[in-house]
């Protein structure tokens, strides 16, 4: 059972547009909604995170929408540049010290 | 400050050998999370170690099993190892007694052959 569901898979956006990556998750325990970036050869790195108790944060060029009753959130990038080419996971946490359950992941490339 | 330190890099195993994998967390951290990424099943938990205990483990045979050290150095390890362990092992570590801000490093490629 897939508890959070990732899309699109892949993604191509022209430079100075916004990037947009949508997940819905099922368990309305989760709490915490992190977003990782993830280059290849590296780990994941932590981009940008919300609790359920608001509904957007910023954060630079990155924003994290949230719709607690429609159990969704999504991550914009705004002003996409080429290194901004990466695969991105959205993840979610119902409490502390458990698991993260990851997204599929979507790819993003940015064109010059 | 040091992000979280992984080795080795990459490790080439037979099948029925087993290994050991290291983790370092970031100082002061005291969480260790250890995931497997695969193309197939994306990134899946499998435990979590706080102050030297196990607290959550993942849905992974016995065969994978892991420990955490006094100094929140953590290690895991997987015996009797079969073709589907070739994947990408990752240790993430949080700050937090509660585990949510987790930093992962640069992972583990391990390929049986």
């Known amino acids: 059972q897939q508890q959070v569901k990732q899309s699109p898979q892949s993604l191509i956006v022209q430079k100075g547009g916004i990037s947009i990556i949508n997940c819905a998750y099922e368990n309305t325990a989760f709490d915490y909604f992190p977003w990782y970036q993830q280059f290849p050869g590296k780990g994941p790195a932590l981009l940008i995170a919300i609790r359920p108790d608001v509904s957007e944060k910023k954060e630079g060029r990155f924003t994290i929408s949230f719709n607690k009753s429609a159990k969704q959130f999504s991550l914009h990038i705004m002003d996409s540049q080429p290194g901004d080419s990466a695969t991105y996971f959205c993840?979610?946490?119902?409490?502390?010290?458990?698991?993260?359950?990851f997204g599929k992941g979507t790819t993003l490339s940015v064109s010059s | 400050k040091a992000g979280v330190t992984q080795t080795p890099r990459y490790l080439i195993k037979t099948r029925g050998q087993q290994v050991t994998l290291s983790c370092s967390p970031i100082?002061?951290?005291?969480?260790v999370s250890w995931y497997q990424q695969t193309p197939g099943q994306g990134l899946q938990f499998l435990f979590e170690y706080f102050s030297e205990t196990q607290r959550n483990k993942g849905n992974f045979p016995g065969r994978f099993s892991g420990r955490q050290f006094s100094n929140s150095r953590s290690e895991m390890n997987v015996s009797t190892l079969e073709l589907g362990d070739s994947a990408l092992y990752l240790c993430?570590?949080?700050?937090?007694?509660?585990?949510?801000?987790?930093?992962f490093g640069p992972g583990t490629r391990l390929t049986v052959t």
């Open positions: 100082s002061g951290h005291r969480s």
């Open positions: 993430a570590s949080s700050l937090a007694s509660d585990g949510y801000e987790q930093y």
């Open positions: 993840a979610a946490s119902r409490q502390a010290g458990t698991a993260l359950i």
